[in-house]
C-alpha cells in the first residue's frame, strides 16, 4: 500500500557527520522532475584515422532506472590535423552521434584551407532523447567521418605536457538521465 507525506520542507539535523543533509538510502531513488537521476561517462582511446567511412570515435551504454524520463547526451570532441600547406583544400567532417544504429544528430567541422594545412578545434555536442523505458540498455556512440573524397588525416587523443605531466585531449561523453 502507497503512502503520502506532505510536508513543506525537509531539513537534516543541523550538527554531526551529516550536519545538514537530508540522505537518500542506497537503493533508493529521489524522483523530482528535473532532477538527474544517473548518468554514465566515457573518455575516448587515441585514435588516427585517414578513413573515408566512419570510425567510433567513443561510445557509452546507459540503463535507465525509471520508465519515462529522458536521457541528455553531451560531450567535447577535440580533433587534430595536419597536412602540410600543399595548396589543396583537405577534406570537413562530421560528427554522426547514433543511438545503437540509429542517427541522432551530426555536427560538422572544418577541413584545413591550402593556406594553413592545419586545423584544431573542439567540437561541443548534445543531444536530448525521446523517453526511455527502464532496464532497457542505451548504447550511444560518436562517429568522425570526413566528407566526401576527403582522406586527411585526423587525430583524436593527442598527448602533450602540462605542469611536468603528460595530458590527453581525449573526446569525453556523458549520458544523464532526466526525471520527467
Known amino acids: 500500500m502507497a503512502s503520502e507525506l506532505t510536508v513543506q520542507t525537509l531539513r537534516g539535523p543541523t550538527s554531526g557527520a551529516n550536519a545538514d543533509t537530508v540522505l537518500i538510502p542506497s537503493g533508493q531513488t ?28 567513443v561510445s557509452v551504454q546507459y540503463v535507465p532506472r525509471v520508465t519515462g524520463s529522458r536521457l541528455l547526451v553531451t560531450g567535447m570532441s577535440p580533433r587534430y590535423t595536419n597536412n602540410g600547406s600543399t595548396g589543396v583544400w583537405h577534406s570537413s567532417a562530421y560528427l554522426h552521434l547514433k543511438q545503437g544504429s540509429l542517427p ?5 567541422h572544418v577541413g584545413t584551407s591550402n593556406h594553413s594545412g592545419e586545423a584544431c578545434e573542439n567540437v561541443p555536442f548534445e543531444y536530448y532523447s525521446d523517453t526511455v523505458t527502464a532496464g532497457t540498455t542505451y548504447t550511444f556512440g560518436l562517429y568522425h567521418q570526413p566528407t566526401a ?32
Open 149 to 180: 573524397g576527403g582522406t586527411s588525416n585526423w587525430y583524436f587523443g593527442r598527448s602533450h605536457t602540462f605542469s611536468g605531466g603528460v595530458c590527453y585531449t581525449h573526446t569525453r561523453m556523458t549520458v544523464q538521465e532526466i526525471a520527467q
Open 104 to 108: 541522432k544528430a551530426s555536427f560538422e
Open 30 to 57: 529521489l524522483h523530482a522532475p528535473g532532477h538527474v537521476i544517473g548518468m554514465a561517462h566515457a573518455v575516448s582511446a587515441v585514435i588516427t584515422t585517414n578513413s573515408t567511412g566512419e570510425t567510433l570515435i
